[in-house]
């Protein structure tokens, strides 16, 4: 009987920063997530975008906020 290899090392993946809130719900006006002011593009294509696309985009989500309706995030 021959003894079981082991699998092929494989270097363990990075987790991918997110500034999802789970609160997943697109504003129709400013087509923004209401939780984390993403696109829908953005988050479709997340965990592919490169680190320095992710950050840029992460540096600019505060400044999103200005465009949605402030009823919508309970102000």
């Known amino acids: ?3 079981p290899t082991a699998p092929a090392s494989r270097p363990i993946p990075r987790p991918v920063a ?4 789970m609160v997943c719900t697109v504003d129709g006006a400013s087509g923004l997530c209401l939780g984390c002011f993403r696109t829908l593009k953005e ?8 680190e320095d696309e992710r950050a ?3 540096q ?3 400044d999103r906020r200005s465009q949605i309706d402030p009823a ?3 102000e």
Do not use: D, F, K
């Open 1 to 3: 009987m021959s003894q």
């Open 18 to 21: 997110t500034p999802c809130v």
């Open 60 to 62: 600019g989500l505060s």
């Open 56 to 58: 840029e985009i992460m």
């Open 43 to 50: 988050i479709a294509t997340w965990s592919r975008m490169s």
């Open 72 to 74: 919508l995030l309970g």
